[in-house]
T-cell receptor
Framework: DAKTTQPPSMDCAEGRAANLPCNHS???????VYWYRQIHSQGPQYIIH???NNETNEMASLIITEDRKSSTLILPHATLRDTAVYYC?????????????FGGGTRLMVKP | DAGITQSPRHKVTETGTPVTLRCHQT?????MYWYRQDPGHGLRLIHY???????DKGEVSDGYSVSRSKTEDFLLTLESATSSQTSVYFC??????????????FGPGTRLTVL
């Protein structure tokens, strides 16, 4: 799976949009971009994933650049409960049984 | 959230004692996984299962065994616990569908302390 690079930490004001970037310049054509987060002491939580089109669900939006070398996770109205470590992961098809590898992630601090 | 429960949620035990952790799912997913999470190491795969009675080793399987006698339950056993197995253990599940990226969903974790 391709390597990802994320800033180690970011701050965001409560109620504002949180934009978390991820670089994955070596991504290949059949690899998806996944986002998870881990709130302190809890299990990793799946957020969203996408291949090349932008995706949105009830939690977040995922914007993938046209060349697919980077992406941005957007939390439209961050709350204090969104404070967590956010992980960007690139994963290929047919990966069942393979370990999910979390890098360093971005520690997002949502401040009042 | 995916229907995954882990029990116990916290356990303190002594070196040399056997310990069994349970993962239970209500999603009827084919794959189940056991990870451990330690500071500085991130998440590491211990064992996984791809069906009833079908299991395989992960990255850090020494000292651990698993069993899956029903689709919904995946047990992790430490035959003789050691202090190095003090960790937070997460269970995960995934559908295991061919031609998909197979999203993994995680349970709430079990914090195990071996004294």
């Amino acid at each position: 799976d391709a390597k990802t690079t994320q800033p180690p930490s970011m701050d965001c004001a409560e109620g504002r949009a949180a934009n978390l970037p991820c670089n994955h310049s070596t991504i290949s054509g059949n690899e998806y971009v996944y986002w998870y987060r881990q709130i302190h002491s809890q299990g990793p939580q799946y957020i969203i994933h996408g291949l090349k089109n932008n995706e949105t669900n009830e939690m977040a939006s995922l914007i993938i650049t046209e060349d697919r070398k980077s992406s941005t996770l957007i939390l439209p109205h961050a709350t204090l409960r969104d404070t967590a470590v956010y992980y960007c992961i690139v994963r290929s098809m047919n990966n069942a049984g393979n370990m999910l590898t979390f890098g360093g992630g971005t520690r997002l601090m949502v401040k009042p | 959230d995916a229907g995954i429960t882990q029990s116990p949620r916290h356990k303190v035990t002594e070196t040399g004692t056997p310990v069994t952790l349970r993962c239970h799912q209500t999603e009827n997913h084919r794959y189940m996984y056991w990870y451990r999470q330690d500071p500085g190491h991130g998440l590491r795969l211990i064992h996984y299962s791809y069906g009833v009675k079908d299991t395989d080793k992960g990255e850090v399987s020494d000292g651990y065994s698993v069993s899956r006698s029903k689709t919904e339950d995946f047990l992790l056993t430490l035959e003789s616990a050691t202090s190095s197995q003090t960790s937070v253990y997460f269970c995960a599940i995934s559908p295991g569908l061919a031609g998909s990226t197979d999203t993994q969903y995680f349970g709430p974790g079990t914090r195990l302390t071996v004294l």
